[in-house]
């Protein structure tokens, strides 16, 4: 799998009575084979908050590569594909439960997320060789 775009955004509010500003769009694109997807995870923010227990870091950012932070909506895609392989290949999953995208951050291997997410801002693009690598290992 080589990813090819990763990036998150908090949702404003499009209508005043619009409840968007409680939620977070992460993106991710990548080849998986010989064919090109794009796949959005939408979230209620607030998860962020319980994600982020589930990490080694106390705050966002995360962590920088070079002067580029990396915060929970960059990576939220990506990470739930890696510790979710039936959904590569989907187009969107919206989350209403924390349960899914809370266990998959606590399963990833931060040590091989940041060497990602650096090889990413280096290079503008990573490869994943396997989901596998991303999964703490007991």
């Given at each position: 799998?080589?990813?090819?775009?990763?990036?998150?955004?908090?949702?404003?509010?499009?209508?005043?009575?619009?409840?968007?500003?409680?939620?977070?769009?992460?993106?991710v694109?990548?080849?998986?084979?010989?064919?090109?997807?794009?796949?959005?995870?939408?979230?209620?923010?607030?998860?962020?908050?319980?994600?982020?227990?589930?990490?080694?870091?106390?705050?966002?950012?995360?962590?920088?590569?070079?002067?580029?932070p990396?915060?929970?909506?960059?990576?939220?895609?990506?990470?739930?594909?890696?510790?979710?392989?039936?959904?590569?290949?989907?187009k969107?999953v919206?989350?209403?439960d924390?349960t899914?995208?809370?266990?998959?951050?606590?399963?990833?291997?931060?040590?091989?997320?940041?060497?990602?997410?650096?090889?990413?801002?280096?290079n503008?693009?990573?490869?994943?060789?396997?989901?596998?690598?991303?999964?703490?290992?007991?």
């Open positions: 799998m080589e990813i090819l775009a990763l990036s998150g955004v908090e949702l404003e509010k499009a209508q005043p009575n619009s409840p968007e500003d409680g939620f977070s769009r992460s993106i694109t990548y080849i998986d084979g010989d064919k090109e997807y794009t796949f959005q995870l939408l979230y209620v923010r607030y998860f962020e908050e319980l994600i982020i227990k589930e990490t080694p870091y106390s705050e966002q950012p995360l962590f920088f590569s070079g002067t580029t990396c915060y929970i909506r960059d990576l939220a895609a990506w990470i739930y594909l890696m510790a979710n392989p039936a959904a590569i290949g989907k969107e919206y989350l209403h924390e899914p995208l809370v266990n998959a951050f606590r399963q990833t291997n931060w040590e091989q997320a940041e060497k990602m997410f650096s090889e990413f801002c280096t503008k693009k990573a490869t994943v060789r396997s989901p596998i690598l991303f999964i703490k290992q007991p």
